[in-house]
């Protein structure tokens, strides 16, 4: 195992996911075919990194940070390019209308991190932290799904309490808000991490880092019927 290891919120979720799926990618270099959503939720967070890093903004200029951030890659016809720039496009338009009526302050946009869990190297990039004018902040996490999550899902997920412990080591403050922000359905739904859950969250990252120096890649072949790898492991079977 290479001495410069880090963990990151997405090794976790992959070596969750399959053990042996983390080998495959990130010790094998295995390359995981580019899917059409992955390059559409890309070509998403690169036009509202780049229009929140402009001063001024309006709806002009997020549309040129659209077209310069589109590519092609992943898509597999004229006709599918066409229908996802123009759902976008919609995203784009009712996101816009939103951040027009917020007075929130954007402070940070794709803001990297590097931290520390315990002994690991931790980094990661938050999308978006916002302070509002009474001084409280808000994590937020943009998903390009075409339906938004059921509060229950958003709450079981980890990737918000990692953002939290990020937030609160690298930047000095507790987030008072968290949110994912469904783009498709402009609508943000929220969530509330305790220490607890926090805590929790820290030991995962510590045991699954434990269990990658230990290479221990045993695959969970229940999950092979949705693995995007499946035809370059040796382990799924029809
Ligand atoms: S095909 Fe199955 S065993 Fe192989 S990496 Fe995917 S989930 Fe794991």
């Not at 992955?38 to 998403?44: E, K, L, N, S, V």
């Not at 994590?139 to 609160?168: G, M």
């Amino acid at each position: 195992m290479r001495q410069d290891f880090k963990i990151s919120y997405s090794r976790i979720n992959l070596y969750l996911f399959c053990h042996y799926k983390y080998k495959l990618v990130y010790l094998d270099n295995i390359y995981v075919p580019i899917s059409v959503d992955i390059t559409f939720g890309r070509i998403i967070h690169k036009t509202l990194e780049q229009f929140h890093r402009f001063e001024k903004s309006n709806r002009d200029l997020l549309f040129e940070c659209y077209n310069n951030s589109w590519r092609n890659d992943g898509f597999v016809n004229p006709q599918q390019i066409f229908e996802y720039y123009q759902r976008g496009k919609q995203m784009l338009e009712n996101y816009y209308r939103s951040f027009k009526e917020s007075d929130t302050e954007v402070l940070y946009v794709e803001k990297a991190f590097d931290t520390n869990i315990g002994k690991y190297k931790f980094i990661g990039i938050i999308d978006r932290v916002d302070r509002y004018p009474d001084g409280t902040y808000e994590i937020i996490d943009y998903k390009t799904h075409i339906k938004a999550w059921e509060p229950e899902r958003v709450n079981e997920d980890l990737q918000l309490s990692f953002y939290a412990y990020a937030c609160r080591s690298v930047f000095g403050f507790n987030p008072d808000k968290m949110s994912v922000y469904f783009l498709s359905e402009n609508k943000k739904v929220y969530t509330i991490k305790s220490q607890i859950e926090i805590s929790d969250v820290i030991n995962v990252a510590i045991n699954t880092a434990e269990n990658i120096m230990a290479e221990n890649f045993d695959p969970d072949v229940s999950k092979c019927q949705i693995c995007d790898l499946k035809f370059k492991c040796k382990f799924f079977s029809f």
